[in-house]
């Protein structure tokens, strides 16, 4: 996770510093890296971010929706499309219309004009992920379409009439964004991502196999190339550009070379869905990769079939599909990436830096959002933070770099970090602006520079293959005292009717990753209490049953196929291979958790 200083590894990797070199590099310090507020070179440095030395960051806005991607205009006019729905719990969207635009005309580093424009909760609008500048036009993707706003110059805010660029865009399943980029051609590259976790049978559910052929990749599970400069276009299969890509959230497009970089969210569940095949429970953490892929016309990069094993460096036939954790197979006839990282940190937003403003050292090279993590518990989450990758023409360039840390604050786990970095922008002044979706926070980060930052060290990205650490739960203490539960974790729960303090105990244990292999803490939280992934299982409000004991252990057996407010579904037992006595003892831990004054 965040603790091992090895280099992350890479298709092409050079020779790696063994084990014992890591250790000692991370405990050096390093050197003039702080978010130091106080240094009188990052004066208003507000941010609470840690950045390399030199650099400064300032919360340029606060509190604007759920900030998905962003993009500059020529005269620094900061747009953000944000997001409503599942996503976020269907919780109250903003109040004005879903685009947002930011200036600055004072130069503090802070936007002191805030405007909202674009389509509204009333006008049937949810806003969108995608967003982006292109000849004088402002695209955004709203619903099912990306639509364009004329620019105007003596206003940030465009013009009222938009027009349509394409419609009909899917809005099912898993990933119902459409982030996209348009390069100097004009040509509209949009990431159109899959239903599934694995186009399976039964979606994320123990040993249910692959559909053969998988007929999601028709309409899913790829990037569709259209001319931004057009209007009316309509989503066909006609004009699907590559395939085999789960989730490419994060583009990077070099105008110089003419290279299309997208990151590849890797699929989820190999532990949990196939413990026959991907044995070590560790592995649910530290398999697949996410990864970096170069973008070529017809390209095929291998999902579902096929996921990126960091301790193998290739693409592995998936169980889905007859692997057995070794096998290439037809594996070895996909795309390989170009750079990959630890599993399940999410990457929500990539670009590529392409101004002076910063360093020659991160010049032409990656920025990657890495949203964070869910589906690493038990173990602790990881990500949520901006990486550097550097880049070699095609290839990734040395190691991966952790460029700005802290935006989760002291929990980095879904429902409990603070900020999550989701998109990323260049400036043309050259300053890097971060968007996160919890709070709405917009950060701007630049480069001052100073003494301490000649020579200052870079932190290495944890390699891919790092262990994922212990359980992240808290162990339970010892008795003490003169009661038997004195110090335990469920000490002050009392059983429902038919249970005992020891089934409670259990389920603890359970919900908690430390038996079953059960992941209830990835979307319910450590706490339960919900994140965006799944509810809170302390308020006593119920969706699928009547709350009662034994109705949470019915839900919990059959899981839920087709949440009703929540994006992510539940398999039957959590997807665990739970007995029937693990199923009663975490139904009973639930129950416990809601019933604080019961009688025991």
């Known amino acids: 996770m965040h603790t091992n200083g090895s280099q992350n590894r890479f298709i092409h990797p050079a020779a790696l510093a063994g084990a014992a070199y890591c250790a000692i590099f991370l405990a050096l310090p390093t050197v003039g890296r702080a978010a130091d507020a106080a240094s009188s070179n990052c004066a208003g440095d507000d941010s609470g971010l840690t950045l390399p030395a030199g650099f400064c960051a300032t919360i340029f806005a606060d509190g604007i929706g759920h900030a998905r991607h962003l993009a500059v205009s020529d005269s620094g006019v900061v747009y953000v499309n944000t997001w409503s729905g599942r996503y976020y719990g269907n919780d109250t969207p903003h109040a004005g219309g879903f685009l947002v635009a930011l200036q600055d005309p004072g130069g503090s580093g802070k936007a002191s004009v805030d405007e909202r424009f674009g389509a509204t909760v009333q006008s049937g609008g949810a806003g969108g992920t995608g967003i982006g500048i292109y000849k004088g036009w402002l695209y955004a993707e709203l619903n099912d379409k990306i639509v364009k706003y004329p620019l105007k110059k003596d206003s940030i805010l465009p013009g009222d009439a938009s027009q349509v660029v394409v419609s009909g865009l899917p809005l099912s399943g898993d990933h119902p964004m459409h982030p996209f980029a348009i390069d100097a051609n004009g040509d509209l590259y949009v990431d159109v991502a899959s239903a ?147 599993a399940h940190w999410a990457p929500n937003g990539m670009v590529l830096y392409n101004q002076k403003q910063f360093p020659a050292h991160y010049q032409q090279g990656l920025f990657i959002a890495f949203h964070g993590s869910w589906n690493r518990a038990p173990y602790a989450q990881g990500g949520y933070n901006v990486v550097y990758q550097g880049l070699s023409g095609d290839k990734a360039s040395g190691k991966c770099e952790i460029f700005a840390d802290g935006f989760a604050g002291a929990d980095k786990s879904p429902g409990k970090a603070a900020h999550r970095p989701s998109g990323l922008a ?155 006595d693990q199923v009663m003892a975490v139904s009973a831990y639930i129950w416990a958790l809601n019933h604080p004054g019961a009688s025991p």
């Open 426 to 580: 260049v400036g043309p002044d050259g300053a890097l602006y971060v968007s996160d979706d919890v709070a709405g926070r917009i950060y701007r980060i630049v480069y001052r520079g100073g003494a301490d930052a000649a020579g200052a060290r870079t932190v290495a990205c944890p390699s891919a293959t790092d262990s994922p650490g212990p359980i992240a739960a808290a162990a339970a203490k010892p008795p003490e005292g003169t009661h038997p539960d004195a110090g335990s974790a469920t000490a002050g729960l009392s059983a429902p009717p038919g249970a005992t303090p020891a089934m409670v105990a259990l389920g603890d244990r359970v919900y908690h990753g430390q038996v079953g292999g059960a992941t209830c803490t990835g979307c319910h939280g450590s706490d339960a209490k919900g994140s965006p992934l799944g509810p809170d299982l302390t308020t006593n409000k119920w969706l699928w049953s009547n709350g009662s004991y034994a109705g949470i252990a019915a839900t919990i057996a059959g899981g839920v196929a087709q949440p009703k407010r929540y994006r992510s579904p539940m398999p039957a037992m959590g997807g665990a291979q739970l007995s029937s």
């Open 196 to 342: 599934t976790n694995s186009c399976q049978e039964k979606n994320r559910t123990l040993k249910s196999p692959g559909i053969q052929p998988c007929k999601e990749l028709e309409t899913r599970g790829g990037v569709w190339r259209y001319d931004a400069k057009k209007i009316n276009q309509v989503f066909s299969p006609a004009q699907r550009y590559a395939t085999g890509i789960r989730n490419a959230e994060g583009f990077g497009i070099d105008a110089i070379g003419h290279r299309i970089f997208v990151t590849q969210h890797g699929r989820d569940q190999l532990h949990t869905n196939w413990p026959d095949v991907i044995k070590d429970p560790e592995q649910e953490a530290t398999l697949p990769s996410e990864e970096v892929l170069l973008l070529k016309q017809g390209g095929d990069y291998g999902w579902p079939m096929c996921y990126h094993d960091p301790f193998q460096q290739a693409l592995i036939l998936a169980p889905e599909y007859g692997g057995d954790g070794k096998t290439a197979g037809l594996c070895a006839q996909k795309i390989a990436p170009t750079a990959y990282f630890p």
